[in-house]
């Protein structure tokens, strides 16, 4: 049937600040829908607390309410706006339970306001997991022997029942939150009251664990008319016993045999269909035994998912955006593929290619963890690879990662222990799959391999190959003694320039120059949702190694690369992807061609439609280097990106690659710290004292010069990674040692570290006549939290005018002296009313978005014009709007590491952020948090 005519105005509920297993997918999955919506002339207002996101821009929706999301502001809302309609499925469990909660209250039937998209009846069955139980066996399909426990006697009698191993499931929990598995008796009464605490109804099921089963999810669309279409089929490379979230996946699912397919297929649409009356989303999780292919129901989400972006941007598939037509009376065969623009979406797409997704963990932020994985998602964010075997996908996913690897393993990061392989293998890893490698490399037997890690023979398979190749190339003096033929195979299994030299012990480039002298290139592949049957109108790339290339740089066109921030971790995160999609939109605006390279599927900027060209790529060197050959632009943007895009800079300038806005050799001054403290000190501007060492006895000998407490830190890091406050000679020999372990070609810098000064920032655009301050924030919390750790206040609220004065001037001073040409944010220290420069970083900042959100002005799209020399700052018309103070909220999440040590420090720890609005300082909300500025840790 046609649309509901009679919905003219929708409240998208969006999910908050991010947190580990609720992140950027979800602010992916509301923009979409808010754009779709948009597109049929429906009013979209949104509620969300998070200022880092684009679903929270203005360009999103007609009204956006930062506010908590809490029954109260939805009814503030549904007060001052007429809504017909509210859909909750886009912001995950968030908003679901905020939408059951506000229903629950009456709210939403006093403003004659329906839910769209989602039946609660659905949810309440999929979430309830005794009645989810029951449902399954009706319907013929098959379970895991469980009960359900509301106590702690009832969760100990079902452990008599089923016997161990075990697995608990708290109901209504998002991301594993308290559940795991329980291998021996000894350890069921902690992992029982943990499970019944951690959720809201004190429910848990009590369930067989069939560890080492194969996991597969599918991920369908199902509209009023009960059409059903299995968008994509997942498979887990990791076995049962590791949260999805945390697990490498795979599609299309490599290891079916057909008739465990067409099975899955069946029971799934079964499962769907018998879900209540609903259009949208939804996504199935199942476990096959790897022995018999039986297959068990494990649960059902009757919304977007956190997997529903993956699976979009791995076929091209908006499902978003079809979901929200669908929740407003669209029929499937009435909707277009968004893709070829003339087939209906009515249709399973097909891949001619393989996907990857590898998760991104940051277990070093969490000092004291268990890094072991398991039921409860650990994972901070994922990449996504696309290549045309499995193999090739798997390498580029490991080059996506941001973590120094080249590939899958040849880059001189083996292990060699046999030993200590084997253990990481039985005791899964964020590094498990390196390991697989290594223990493969060394000799031991597939079948050792199987039995410890549960992962399928074929994918074993698979890896061993490539140790097999490796062998080959060792046997090789030079690159010149690699033949076209063989060098093709190598390339067409993902191996990169630097694995091949690592192998071969020569310079990269040695390779590099071999490799184009035989004419061995990329080439670019469409996604194009059926494997090139129809004629695809969105440009959508992603590079392999075949003979013809589907990317014909449009010709007679000027075109700016930018370069994206690669997977999410602490201290970059959502906030960068706000940043590039403003960076892309100024870029149209000025006429050029706006090309995106990045590897992370849960953002907005890797929407297929957002950039006028999209490489789903990783933002690794020799990937880059190949799309800057083809496209020839006009320059590259790398402010827009965090540290990941700024690292790339010197790159660019060695290759003559123009780099748009700030040049290399002023980056470099304002981020290798020795330089730039020199420069503080030409421009007799205070900073902290200081030294450079390269060792440890120089770090000691500078640590009695500038005097403890002293702050350790290495240049060109982001989030303060391996940043320490030390006290004494031992602690800095350690820290020291640590940060040369892992950074063996950084220099450390000894700041003298002042002790009860307050912190503040600023952050402003230079274009090299006028700097314009977008804001000034102040910490609440002292100097030595990382600033991303910080409550802070926008305007200041207790510094002097004097202190405010002499930080603009500071600023102004060194936005000139570092030439930038765009964005500056500089971080200071204020002691008995003197100003001290701590930092400068040339780039968007982490809290760039939070002013723009906070005075309600486009900060990036100006600056992205001023970089590319299109506008100047006063061509623009700024005018800030806040009444009272705007509030950043950091929010962690320490929930899922209960062991860690939680004490903040100069390294950052938190997840996200959320935004509070309040009128004057009596505000409970800020006389709360400024008498327990720690407050957040406990929620």
Same mark, same amino acid.
């Given at each position: 049937?046609?649309?509901?005519?009679?919905?003219?105005?929708?409240?998208?509920?969006?999910?908050?600040?991010?947190?580990?297993?609720?992140?950027?997918?979800?602010?992916?999955?509301?923009?979409?829908?808010?754009?779709?919506? &948009?597109?049929?002339?429906?009013?979209?207002?949104?509620?969300?607390?998070?200022?880092?996101?684009?679903?929270?821009?203005?360009?999103?929706?007609?009204?956006?309410?930062?506010?908590?999301?809490?029954?109260?502001?939805?009814?503030?809302?549904?007060?001052?706006?007429?809504?017909?309609?509210?859909?909750?499925?886009?912001?995950?469990?968030?908003?679901?339970?905020?939408?059951?909660?506000?229903?629950?209250?009456?709210?939403?039937?006093?403003?004659?306001?329906?839910?769209?998209?989602?039946?609660?009846?659905?949810?309440?069955?999929?979430?309830?997991?005794?009645?989810?139980?029951?449902?399954?066996?009706?319907?013929?399909?098959?379970?895991?022997?469980?009960?359900?426990?509301?106590?702690?006697?009832?969760?100990?009698?079902?452990?008599?029942?089923?016997?161990?191993?075990?697995?608990?499931?708290?109901?209504?929990?998002?991301?594993?939150?308290?559940?795991?598995?329980?291998?021996?008796?000894?350890?069921?009464?902690?992992?029982?009251?943990?499970?019944?605490?951690?959720?809201?109804?004190?429910?848990?099921?009590?369930?067989?664990?069939?560890?080492?089963?194969?996991?597969?999810?599918?991920? =369908?669309?199902?509209?009023?008319?009960?059409?059903?279409?299995?968008?994509?089929?997942?498979?887990?490379?990791?076995?049962?016993?590791?949260?999805?979230?945390?697990?490498?996946?795979?599609?299309?699912?490599?290891?079916?045999?057909?008739?465990?397919?067409?099975?899955?297929?069946?029971?799934?649409?079964?499962?769907?269909?018998?879900?209540?009356?609903?259009?949208?989303?939804?996504?199935?999780?199942?476990?096959?035994?790897?022995?018999?292919?039986? =297959?068990?129901?494990?649960?059902?989400?009757?919304?977007?998912?956190?997997?529903?972006?993956?699976?979009?941007?791995?076929?091209?598939?908006?499902?978003?955006?079809?979901?929200?037509?669908?929740?407003?009376?669209?029929?499937?065969?009435?909707?277009?593929?968004?893709?070829?623009?003339?087939?209906?979406?009515?249709?399973?797409?097909?891949?001619?290619?393989?996907?990857?997704?590898?998760?991104?963990?940051?277990?070093?932020?969490?000092?004291?963890?268990?890094?072991?994985?398991?039921? /409860?998602?650990?994972?901070?964010?994922?990449?996504?690879?696309?290549?045309?075997?499995?193999?090739?996908?798997?390498?580029?996913?490991?080059?996506?990662?941001?973590?120094?690897?080249?590939?899958?393993?040849?880059?001189?990061?083996?292990?060699?222990?046999?030993?200590?392989?084997?253990?990481?293998?039985?005791?899964?890893?964020?590094?498990?799959?390196?390991?697989?490698?290594?223990?493969?490399?060394?000799?031991?037997?597939?079948?050792?391999?199987?039995?410890?890690?549960?992962?399928?023979?074929?994918?074993?398979?698979?890896?061993?190959?490539?140790?097999?190749?490796?062998?080959?190339?060792?046997?090789?003096?030079?690159?010149?003694?690699?033949?076209?033929?063989?060098?093709?195979?190598?390339?067409?299994?993902?191996?990169?320039?630097?694995?091949?030299?690592?192998?071969? &012990?020569?310079?990269?480039?040695?390779?590099?120059?071999?490799?184009?002298?035989?004419?061995?290139?990329?080439?670019?592949?469409?996604?194009?949702?059926?494997?090139?049957?129809?004629?695809?109108?969105?440009?959508?790339?992603?590079?392999?190694?075949?003979?013809?290339?589907?990317?014909?740089?449009?010709?007679?066109?000027?075109?700016?690369?930018?370069?994206?921030?690669?997977?999410?971790?602490?201290?970059?995160?959502?906030?960068?992807?706000?940043?590039?999609?403003?960076?892309?939109?100024?870029?149209?605006?000025?006429?050029?061609?706006?090309?995106?390279?990045?590897?992370?599927?849960?953002?907005?900027?890797?929407?297929?439609?957002?950039?006028?060209?999209?490489?789903?790529?990783?933002?690794?060197?020799?990937?880059?280097?190949?799309?800057?050959?083809?496209?020839?632009?006009?320059?590259?943007?790398?402010?827009?990106?965090? /540290?990941?895009?700024?690292? =790339?800079?010197?790159?660019?300038?060695?290759?003559?690659?123009?780099?748009?806005?700030?040049?290399?050799?002023?980056?470099?001054?304002?981020?290798? &710290?020795?330089?730039?403290?020199?420069?503080?000190?030409?421009?007799?501007?205070?900073?902290?004292?200081?030294?450079?060492?390269?060792?440890?006895?120089?770090?000691?000998?500078?640590?009695?010069?500038?005097?403890?407490?002293?702050?350790? &830190?290495?240049?060109?890091?982001?989030?303060? /990674?391996?940043?320490?406050?030390?006290?004494?000679?031992?602690?800095?020999?350690?820290?020291?040692?640590?940060?040369?372990?892992?950074?063996?070609?950084?220099?450390?810098?000894?700041?003298?570290?002042?002790?009860?000064?307050?912190?503040?920032?600023?952050?402003?655009?230079?274009?090299?006549?006028?700097?314009?301050?977008?804001?000034?924030?102040?910490?609440?919390?002292?100097?030595?939290?990382?600033?991303?750790?910080?409550?802070?206040?926008?305007?200041?609220?207790?510094?002097?005018?004097?202190?405010?004065?002499?930080?603009?001037?500071?600023?102004?001073?060194?936005?000139?002296?570092?030439?930038?040409?765009?964005?500056?944010?500089?971080?200071?220290?204020?002691?008995?009313?003197?100003?001290?420069?701590?930092?400068?970083?040339?780039?968007?900042?982490?809290?760039?978005?939070?002013?723009?959100?906070?005075?309600?002005?486009?900060?990036?799209?100006?600056?992205?014009?001023?970089?590319?020399?299109?506008?100047?700052?006063?061509?623009?018309?700024?005018?800030?709007?806040?009444?009272?103070?705007?509030?950043?909220?950091?929010?962690?999440?320490?929930?899922?590491?209960?062991?860690?040590?939680?004490?903040?420090?100069?390294?950052?720890?938190?997840?996200?952020?959320?935004?509070?609005?309040?009128?004057?300082?009596?505000?409970?909300?800020?006389?709360?948090?400024?008498?327990?500025?720690?407050?957040?840790?406990?929620?």
């Amino acid at each position: 049937m046609p649309r509901d005519n009679s919905i003219k105005s929708v409240l998208i509920i969006g999910s908050g600040p991010i947190i580990i297993g609720q992140a950027c997918e979800f602010d992916y999955s509301g923009s979409q829908a808010s754009r779709s919506l &948009r597109e049929e002339g429906i009013e979209v207002s949104l509620i969300n607390s998070n200022p880092a996101t684009i679903m929270t821009d203005p360009v999103t929706a007609d009204h956006i309410y930062l506010k908590p999301l809490t029954p109260e502001s939805i009814e503030e809302i549904l007060e001052e706006r007429q809504i017909d309609a509210v859909l909750p499925t886009m912001g995950g469990q968030t908003a679901l339970n905020l939408a059951i909660e506000t229903g629950k209250l009456g709210i939403w039937e006093k403003y004659g306001v329906r839910m769209i998209g989602v039946d609660l009846e659905a949810i309440e069955l999929a979430e309830n997991r005794e009645d989810f139980k029951q449902h399954v066996i009706k319907l013929g399909q098959h379970v895991a022997p469980s009960f359900i426990a509301n106590s702690f006697l009832e969760g100990k009698e079902a452990a008599q029942k089923i016997g161990y191993p075990l697995v608990i499931r708290p109901s209504y929990t998002l991301g594993g939150t308290g559940g795991g598995f329980v291998m021996h008796k000894e350890e069921f009464d902690e992992a029982l009251r943990r499970g019944l605490n951690a959720s809201p109804t004190h429910e848990v099921l009590v369930e067989k664990a069939v560890l080492g089963w194969k996991e597969f999810e599918l991920e =369908l669309l199902r509209d009023s008319n009960d059409n059903v279409v299995i968008i994509c089929t997942v498979e887990n490379l990791d076995p049962m016993g590791i949260h999805t979230g945390d697990s490498i996946t795979v599609a299309p699912a490599m290891t079916l045999s057909d008739t465990a397919y067409q099975q899955m297929r069946n029971d799934a649409i079964q499962l769907m269909r018998s879900m209540g009356n609903f259009a949208g989303g939804c996504n199935v999780q199942f476990a096959q035994d790897p022995v018999t292919e039986k =297959l068990i129901c494990i649960e059902i989400n009757p919304r977007v998912s956190r997997s529903s972006a993956l699976a979009s941007k791995a076929t091209g598939y908006p499902i978003a955006k079809i979901a929200a037509k669908l929740a407003i009376g669209y029929n499937l065969d009435e909707l277009k593929n968004q893709i070829t623009k003339t087939t209906s979406a009515l249709f399973e797409p097909t891949l001619d290619y393989v996907i990857v997704k590898m998760p991104r963990w940051n277990f070093e932020k969490f000092h004291g963890s268990d890094p072991v994985l398991g039921l /409860q998602m650990k994972s901070v964010g994922e990449v996504m690879a696309i290549g045309r075997n499995f193999l090739e996908a798997m390498q580029k996913a490991c080059q996506s990662q941001e973590n120094n690897r080249s590939g899958l393993g040849a880059d001189k990061k083996e292990w060699i222990r046999t030993e200590d392989i084997l253990t990481r293998l039985e005791r899964a890893g964020d590094d498990r799959i390196y390991r697989v490698k290594d223990a493969l490399r060394l000799g031991v037997p597939l079948n050792t391999v199987q039995k410890l890690t549960k992962i399928d023979p074929w994918f074993l398979k698979q890896i061993k190959r490539l140790v097999k190749i490796e062998e080959r190339i060792q046997r090789l003096n030079v690159p010149e003694d690699i033949s076209e033929e063989f060098l093709r195979e190598i390339k067409e299994l993902g191996y990169s320039d630097a694995q091949i030299a690592w192998l071969m &012990r020569v310079g990269e480039d040695q390779v590099t120059n071999h490799r184009k002298s035989l004419n061995v290139r990329r080439t670019y592949k469409m996604v194009d949702t059926c494997a090139a049957e129809f004629e695809a109108q969105t440009p959508y790339f992603y590079s392999t190694f075949d003979k013809e290339n589907e990317s014909i740089p449009t010709p007679d066109k000027k075109k700016i690369i930018v370069l994206g921030s690669g997977p999410n971790r602490i201290g970059q995160g959502i906030e960068f992807d706000y940043c590039c999609v403003h960076g892309l939109m100024a870029i149209k605006e000025a006429g050029y061609e706006a090309i995106m390279i990045n590897c992370n599927p849960e953002t907005v900027s890797t929407d297929f439609d957002i950039a006028d060209k999209l490489y789903f790529e990783p933002v690794f060197w020799e990937h880059i280097e190949e799309i800057i050959e083809l496209e020839q632009p006009e320059g590259v943007i790398v402010q827009l990106g965090g /540290q990941t895009a700024l690292k =790339l800079a010197e790159k660019f300038k060695e290759r003559g690659i123009k780099i748009i806005g700030t040049q290399f050799d002023d980056m470099d001054l304002a981020e290798d &710290r020795g330089r730039f403290s020199d420069l503080l000190k030409d421009l007799n501007i205070p900073y902290p004292e200081y030294g450079v060492a390269d060792d440890a006895d120089q770090a000691i000998e500078i640590a009695a010069r500038v005097t403890y407490p002293v702050l350790v &830190r290495p240049s060109y890091v982001l989030g303060g /990674q391996r940043m320490k406050i030390v006290i004494n000679d031992e602690e800095l020999e350690k820290q020291v040692l640590t940060i040369f372990k892992h950074m063996p070609d950084n220099k450390v810098l000894i700041d003298q570290f002042l002790e009860r000064a307050k912190e503040a920032e600023i952050d402003a655009i230079y274009d090299g006549e006028q700097v314009h301050v977008m804001g000034i924030m102040e910490h609440i919390e002292p100097a030595g939290i990382h600033s991303g750790d910080s409550s802070a206040m926008l305007p200041t609220y207790s510094l002097s005018h004097k202190a405010i004065e002499t930080m603009v001037i500071y600023t102004e001073k060194l936005a000139k002296a570092l030439n930038i040409r765009g964005l500056i944010n500089i971080q200071f220290a204020i002691k008995d009313d003197h100003v001290y420069v701590i930092e400068a970083n040339p780039r968007a900042s982490r809290t760039t978005p939070f002013i723009a959100k906070a005075y309600q002005v486009p900060f990036l799209r100006i600056a992205t014009h001023v970089m590319m020399g299109t506008k100047k700052i006063k061509d623009f018309e700024i005018d800030k709007k806040l009444e009272g103070y705007a509030i950043k909220v950091p929010v962690f999440s320490f929930d899922k590491f209960p062991n860690v040590d939680k004490q903040l420090g100069p390294e950052m720890k938190s997840t996200g952020e959320a935004i509070r609005f309040i009128k004057d300082l009596k505000d409970p909300f800020f006389r709360e948090l400024d008498r327990n500025r720690s407050m957040y840790l406990t929620n």
